[in-house]
């Protein structure tokens, strides 16, 4: 036993001896000294142009009028959570979930919204911004159906939140990725439903008015594309979908807005319209492409 | 005897006297005594007809002597090969004697009759030289012609003449008492040549006939002088003389730690070849007058000195002259009875060689009848391979081969047959006529036992002696000192039997009430006999032998001891089946069990198995460590409770108990090492744990293990039960459960017991959550996915932190100073205080400081205060948490980089997923991040204090002797450096097992518990190396 004392001792010193000093300022004092590289723009000039582009989840109401059922199949699975290693593809998952919650939520899938909200967390906490999401509360509102729109409504604010906050930390990179994932999810979502029910004009014309979207996106993207290759591989695939929409055309014809009294309201309506001009095949490549894009990010 | 050796005894005698002559009236007479003492009044008649018809007695004498003479001689031939095959050496000396005898009856010596006796002592293998000496003795009315040195004369010499051999004592006698000591058998006989009626053993001596002089027996002389057994053998035994050893016990009192008096006014003293029997009612105070003679209690008053060296303070001194063999068997079970000799004796006898320790393990064998029996096990009394008896000398058997000076037994022939009892006995006589001091407490012995012993103390109810002489003379003292008839007889007149139950029959005489039922009242009182003793006995003091007592210890030293031990306890445990594939099966059975229900299709889907999702791991973890210690407490927990009876023996050998204890230790640790490594090999194989845990994993349940068996031996040295023992463990195990810090979390504990932010002290003081600590940090930390992020992510938790919520709180403490720092109330004033405090402390304490260096250097109060001090505190607050968002960026940038670096390696691409799920635990991580933890900061005792992230967190390392920190903190603060946590946390394991160790070195426990549970007469351990004082 002495043996034994004797040698842990010797253990110590020489653990001592070698001075491992791995505290806390030595990290810093490394970080500090390293030249980062950001996006060129600056955060207010990205705050603006991520406030111009809706929330996904209000594509997905127009799915629900188009009459078709639910179909979980359209989702990225909840059990996929563990691939997701790097903040990028947290990120970009963190909106693809969230856009799938919303998605459970109009039909109402209660059981399925649960998961997605517990995967939001998961990956939320990831980005060190899980304190957005108290997972009790959900936990609690989860146990009763009732609860669900309340905790919808929880969550979706959360979601704006999430993009004010990450603005005001400097990480507009992650506002970025969180808007396309959540954004490529409702297209994708679309593209699935359209392709099941081929008459219904409105969703082709919801996937043709991505077009603009798309453009938004691919700016922001761009501005990260020289400080981070993730952002310039996703650039590139962007650019792909981009092709395909440059065979869309939408003409916007102007007309003045009119007041008009409704219910002793005074409403102003606009009586601009546009007309977007996409075809069937139009409509096929970007389901394609939107899927290989979304694929790339989901597994 | 047997009817067949009375005729041919019959006829022998008739051959003998019907030569020369032919048979007178007195010969006849003599062979009618003889018959007398053998047969009963009818076949007497019977045994005499034939003893007449072979003799021819009555019949005149034909003249064909010589023909008869030579067909005499062939009968007598046969005769006596037909003895030889029944009789002993010692009945066959006796026969001889009583052929003497009747032919010296009538002086008849012709040479025919000669030739036959001496044809018959040939015959019956007797020396020549001793049967010279058996017909000078019996023939001889002249005591000074025996020129022999097997022969002693009492006589009123003075001293022997000049020139002869023989031995001479003086005594007040007329005439001569010879006595002849027959070397070969060891016998004694003795007769009277004069006119006194002197008596033997009560009965008077005829003149010139010959006596066997045998154990126990008195010749009184008409003066009144006595001659015991025990001085004649005294007087023959030349080692006797030449031994010096004086034993002088004085307890003047013994009081048990219950006030009780246990012994009063006991002296004894003796010196060297003396068997001494120790007897008494039960309750008496037998055995409690063994231990403090033999040192192993201590008397409250008095002392037991040995050769002037008092038992007790000059221990060393004495060291190996004491032997005590207890009641029970202080044997090894599980060794053979070889063995169990062997060991003792390498304890014992350092300066031996192999060879010749064999011999005297052997010799030691052969004396005691064992060496048929030597490689059998012995065995426990229920399991039983050797018989009470064998078992009963190997007990002794383990004294002898020291061969102590003085030896003690305890009643060493209880149980046994009165065969082996008087085997037994007869092995002690023969021990102290080689000059051994013998003390034996005997219940009811046998008539031909009680008789054996050289001196007989008695004690009495109460702890008085009532007694202490020679044996039989203690019938006559009682009888006598009563006022029975026939007192001077203490034997059977016919017989010679002593019947030691008379003695307590008088001793404890209950009187009688008038219907004649005994009433519980005694004739004569303890104290009344005590009064007597006083009277009759005036014990002299032995003179001290100012010299160090014969002892033929030689002591191994230290190192050598404890590898004897290791040697001892490994064959022990080896032969030991049961025990040996119970501990090696229990471990792999246990980790087969928990790993296999504990393993499930965790993957999310449940689809497969997979590591990663396990959240059963940090249960695992903590059950490992409960079962190492579970394993490591009841391996070792009766230990010493079953060596305790061994330990008892060998105390006298004065062996080292460090030696004894790390021998115990060498082996314990080994079997822990192989027990927790199978455990964890099998455990983290079926979970798919990665093999660089292996060892890690291993040694912290080695390590705990090890300090469970340190802390099982020290319950083990403090109890007297196993089932006590066994009772202790979950009082032991529980706590290390409760506050492992894994069923309840530290900082939801008892207020009186809890330290936000830290470890509580008694949880500090428990093993399982050093180990716990030590594998769980190693685990998060050190894995194979986590290693290489682990730095990074540490800089983005704790940059994070300080940018989130620790800046935040700041501004918040800002905000209440800056809104109520005009008010007047006292309690309000000295919130802010304590938050100004707080701010500067904690940024006191950071790394960025820029531009605030000053401010943060001195103290703040409020009055320094000011607005303009507000206005560029909050500049300052803005600019640390911009600070530190941009380090936090700066470090997920980094990891970021690390990983698609990794993933992109052409050569070989990193599959970051497969990685994880093999190797991270996410159950693992959430745990020692905290990540269920919602007060992300709290305030406590004037600091602020981060509740998540703990695996994240340095030590303060500014004070050197500060060890606490958070629980699953990566680091510790080890005298003022930081080392890993695992590293300290298994050397804290240590430093508890060092100390474990240092109290059950010193019995600290055992003392603990003595002073609470005092139980009357309890023997100490004596130790041979406890610390001196010099």
Known sequence: MRIVIIGLILAIFSACGSGNKSDEKAFLEGLDSTKTEGPSISSEVIGDILQSIPAPLEISVLLKESGKKYNAGYLNSPDNLPRYNSNYQKALNLGIYGTDLGYTNIYEQNQDGVKYMTAIKDLADGLSIGQFFDIETVGRLATNSKNLDSLLLITTQNFNSINQYLQSQGRANLSVLLLTGGWLEALHVVCEVAAASPDNKQLRETIGEQKIILENIMLLTSFYKDSDQNMAALLTDLQELKALYDKVTITYTYKESTFEIVDGVMVIKDNSTSTIEITDEDIKNISAATSKIRNKIIS | ?1030
Not at chain 2, 290 to 300: C, D, I
Not at chain 2, 361 to 383: F, S, T
């Open chain 2, 1 to 1030: 005897m047997s009817e067949e050796i009375l005729k041919a005894l019959t006829q022998l005698f008739a051959i003998i006297t019907k030569q020369d002559g032919g048979v007178t009236e007195r010969e006849r007479q003599f062979v009618i005594n003889f018959f007398q003492t053998e047969l009963d009044q009818d076949s007497i008649k019977e045994y005499l007809d034939l003893y007449d018809q072979f003799s021819g007695y009555g019949k005149e004498d034909d003249g064909k002597s010589k023909l008869t003479s030579v067909r005499d001689s062939v009968k007598t031939l046969g005769i006596c090969k037909k003895i030889n095959k029944t009789l002993t050496q010692k009945q066959k000396i006796v026969v001889l004697i009583k052929l003497l005898e009747l032919v010296s009856t009538d002086k008849n010596f012709t040479p025919q009759r000669m030739e036959i006796i001496n044809t018959v002592s040939t015959v019956f293998n007797i020396i020549q030289d001793e049967y010279q000496l058996i017909e000078s003795f019996v023939i001889s009315e002249d005591a000074r012609s025996l020129n022999f040195v097997d022969i002693l004369l009492l006589n009123s010499h003075d001293k022997a003449e000049e020139g002869k051999l023989y031995k001479h004592v003086h005594g007040h006698i007329q005439g001569d008492l010879i006595f002849m000591r027959i070397r070969s058998v060891d016998m004694y006989f003795t007769k009277y040549l004069g006119e006194e009626s002197n008596v033997l053993n009560g009965f008077i001596m005829q003149p010139n006939r010959v006596y066997l002089f045998s154990h126990g027996s008195t010749i009184k002389t008409q003066a009144g002088d006595a001659l015991y057994y025990s001085d004649l053998v005294a007087n023959f035994n030349e080692e006797l003389k030449t031994t010096k050893l004086s034993f002088n016990a004085t307890i003047d009192e013994l009081k048990f730690p219950n006030g009780a008096i246990g012994l009063r006014n006991v002296l004894i003293a003796e010196g060297p070849g003396k068997l001494i029997g120790i007897m008494g009612a039960s309750g008496a105070g037998k055995t409690t007058l063994l231990n403090v003679m033999a040192g192993l209690v201590k008397p409250t008053k008095g002392n037991i000195m040995i050769n002037g060296f008092d038992i007790h303070t000059q221990k060393d001194r004495i060291h190996g002259v004491i032997g005590y063999v207890s009641q029970d068997d202080l044997l090894i079970e599980e060794l053979t009875v070889y063995q169990n000799l062997y060991y003792n004796a390498r304890l014992c006898f350092a300066d031996f060689k192999e060879d010749q320790l064999h011999a005297r393990v052997m010799e030691v064998l052969e004396n005691l009848g064992l060496d048929q029996r030597k490689d059998l096990r012995v065995g426990n009394p229920l399991d039983k391979t050797i018989s009470g008896g064998q078992r009963k000398r190997l007990n002794i058997a383990l004294e002898l081969i020291r061969e102590p000076a003085i030896l003690f037994l305890d009643e060493p022939t209880s149980g046994l047959s009165s065969r082996d009892s008087e085997n037994v006995i007869d092995l002690l006589k023969e021990l102290s006529l080689k000059g051994k001091l013998i003390f034996v407490v005997i219940h009811q012995p046998s008539s031909d036992i009680y008789k054996m012993f050289d001196k007989m103390v008695i004690m009495d109810t109460g702890g008085y002696p009532a007694y202490y002489g020679p044996p039989v003379e203690a019938v006559t003292y009682f009888k006598k000192s009563t006022h029975q008839v026939d007192s001077n007889r203490g034997q059977c007149e016919t017989c010679g039997n002593v019947n030691p139950e008379q003695i307590f029959n008088i001793i404890e005489a209950k009187v009688v009430d008038e219907y004649g039922q005994p009433t519980n009242k005694r004739k004569v009182s303890p104290p009344q006999w005590y009064e007597l003793y006083k009277e009759r006995f005036n014990i002299q003091r032995v003179e001290d032998e100012r010299e160090e007592p014969p002892h033929s210890l030689r002591l191994p030293n230290k190192f050598r001891q404890m590898l004897i031990f290791a040697t001892r306890d490994t064959l022990s445990k080896l032969s030991n089946k049961q025990y040996l594939l119970i501990n090696l099966l229990e471990a792999p059975l246990l980790a087969i069990i928990l790993a296999f229900i504990i393993k499930y299709k965790s993957a999310p889907g449940g689809a497969e198995y997979v590591f990663r999702f396990n959240e059963n791991i940090p249960a695992f973890i903590l059950m490992s460590i409960i079962v190492a210690l579970f394993m490591g407490l009841t391996v070792s927990a009766e230990e010493i409770i079953r060596d305790r009876k061994i330990l008892r023996r060998e105390s006298f050998l004065n062996l080292s108990w460090n030696s004894y204890l790390t021998s115990k230790l060498g082996i314990l640790f080994t079997l822990s090492a192989i027990q927790t490594f199978l455990f964890v090999l099998i455990g983290n194989m079926i979970l798919e744990i990665e093999w660089s845990m292996l060892l890690p994993f291993w040694f912290v349940l080695f390590t705990i293990s090890c300090m469970a068996n340190v802390l099982g031996l020290n319950i083990s040295s403090a109890f007297n039960s196993a089932v006590t023992v066994y009772v202790m463990i979950p009082l032991l195990l529980i706590p290390q459960m409760i506050l492992s810090g894994v069923l309840f979390s530290f900082d939801k504990l008892n207020d009186t017991i809890s330290t936000k932010g830290k470890v509580p002290i008694v949880a500090d003081m428990m093993a399982s959550r050093w180990a716990y600590e030590a594998m769980a940090v190693y685990q998060f930390k050190n894995n194979s996915f986590e290693a290489p992020f682990y730095i990074w992510e540490k800089g983005e938790a704790q940059t994070d932190f300080k940018a989130s919520f620790l800046s935040d709180d700041l501004e918040k403490r800002r905000r209440f100073i800056d809104d109520n720092i005009k008010t007047s109330d006292d309690s309000v004033r000295q919130l802010i205080q304590r938050d100004l405090t707080l701010i500067q402390t904690t940024l006191a304490d950071d790394y960025y400081k820029k531009g605030f260096e000053k401010e943060l250097a001195t103290p703040w109060t409020p009055a320094t205060y000011t607005p303009e001090f507000s206005k560029k505190l909050e500049t300052f607050l803005a600019g640390y948490r911009k600070f530190y968002q941009d380090m936090f960026n700066r470090a997920v940038m980094g990891k970021e980089a690390l990983m698609a670096r990794m993933q992109n390696d052409k050569d070989n691409p990193y599959n970051l997923n497969e990685a994880k799920n093999r190797y991270f635990n996410e159950s693992m991580a959430d745990l020692v991040r905290n990540v269920t933890e919602k007060e992300r900061i709290i305030e406590f005792n004037g600091q602020l204090i981060q509740q998540i992230n703990p695996v994240f967190q340095d030590p303060d390392v500014s004070n050197p002797l500060n060890y606490r920190a958070p629980f699953f903190a990566p680091q510790k603060n080890l005298l003022g450096s930081p080392v890993s946590t695992y590293l300290f946390d298994v050397l804290v394991i240590w430093l508890m097992t060092v100390v474990l160790y240092i109290t059950l070195y010193f019995e600290l426990l055992k003392k603990l518990v003595n002073a609470f549970d005092r139980t009357p007469g309890k023997a100490s351990r004596p130790k041979g190396d406890e610390p001196k004082k010099k």
